[in-house]
């Protein structure tokens, strides 16, 4: 009875330092996320995009596209 006392232990000791693991690893890299800078902010890529769409004579209509009369 006591060796089955000391495995069932051991695994709920492992578990519990797996899932404090996985806890750090997931804290870790929010932080990384967090600090990663915006280079290309969402505006200038819209921007773009609706540049490239008036050279190839589209419109853009939120949220489908639908190609201008000429």
Avoid: C
Avoid at 28 to 44: C, H, P, S, V, Y
């Amino acid at each position: 009875m006591k060796l089955h006392n000391d495995q069932e232990v051991k695994r709920t000791l492992s578990d519990n330092w797996n899932e404090e693991k996985i806890q750090h690893e997931r804290k870790m890299a929010r932080l990384q996320l967090e600090q990663i800078k915006n280079t290309a902010g969402f505006n200038d890529n819209m921007d773009a995009m609706y540049e490239f769409y008036n050279l190839l004579g589209y419109s853009v209509t939120y949220p489908t596209h639908i190609r201008s009369r000429r």
